[in-house]
T-cell receptor, first 115, second 112 residues
Framework: GAGVSQSPSNKVTEKGKDVELRCDPI?????LYWYRQSLGQGLEFLIY????????KSGLPSDRFSAERTGGSVSTLTIQRTQQEDSAVYLC?????????????FGNGTRLTVT | SQKIEQNSEALNIQEGKTATLTCNYT??????LQWYRQDPGRGPVFLLL?????KEKRKERLKVTFDTTLKQSLFHITASQPADSATYLC???????????FGAGTRLTVKP
């Protein structure tokens, strides 16, 4: 594909509902990252996948957050029982070989608003 | 604890001047450091990478330095233009597991 694709681009949900965010990485990129960015803030690391496995889940804010990656490609980030503090832009990135310093290619994010 | 700090939230300079942004880190020993540009409503875009054994890297009007003793990287934009206005983020790899951590960013405004 041309780049990292995220869907939906915007999501408004009611407090307490579950949401699922999708990321389509660049074909062939083995590494995939999820970050969260609140208004005017930096990138908060959530989770990193190498292939289908997640060596580092330390950034997930609570057990309401989970992520999976299947087939070494598409990833979904699920937030259960959403809270207002979950409102943010969720960014996904993929990389060819981070061990060699390959850059991260970002999507334009999903803007989540919890009302 | 591990920290990545960028010198200021916002930097305003006049067109034509050199912008210098700072990235400091503690309790890391990264193998490399990257700089990204982020425009409003968009994801960050990669600009430059510098490795731990490199002192300086250049690309057109951009220059990055990396001092592993001071645990600091400087990012320079020479002959700045209003189109350079954006938020600039530094990122470090985490040795051992290849994930990347970002600083909070510095919002640069270049005034005509």
């Amino acid at each position: 594909g041309a780049g990292v694709s995220q869907s939906p681009s915007n999501k408004v949900t009611e407090k307490g509902k579950d949401v699922e965010l999708r990321c389509d990485p660049i074909s062939g990129h083995t590494a995939l990252y999820w970050y969260r960015q609140s208004l005017g803030q930096g990138l908060e690391f959530l989770i990193y996948f190498q292939g289908n496995s997640a060596p580092d889940k330390s950034g997930l804010p609570s057990d309401r957050f989970s992520a999976e990656r299947t087939g070494g490609s598409v990833s979904t980030l699920t937030i259960q029982r959403t809270q207002q503090e979950d409102s943010a832009v969720y960014l996904c990135a993929s990389s060819l070989d981070p061990g060699l310093g390959s850059p991260l290619h970002f999507g334009n994010g999903t803007r989540l608003t919890v009302t | 604890s591990q920290k990545i700090e960028q010198n200021s939230e916002a930097l305003n300079i006049q067109e034509g001047k050199t912008a210098t942004l700072t990235c400091n880190y503690t309790n890391y020993s990264p193998a490399y450091l990257q700089w990204y540009r982020q425009d409003p409503g968009r994801g960050p875009v990669f600009l430059l990478l510098i490795r731990e054994n490199e002192k300086e890297k250049r690309k057109e009007r951009l220059k990055v330095t990396f001092d592993t003793t001071l645990k600091q990287s400087l990012f320079h934009i020479t002959a700045s233009q209003p189109a350079d206005s954006a938020t600039y983020l530094c990122a470090l790899d985490i040795p051992g597991n290849n994930d990347m951590r970002f600083g909070a960013g510095t919002r640069l405004t270049v005034k005509p």
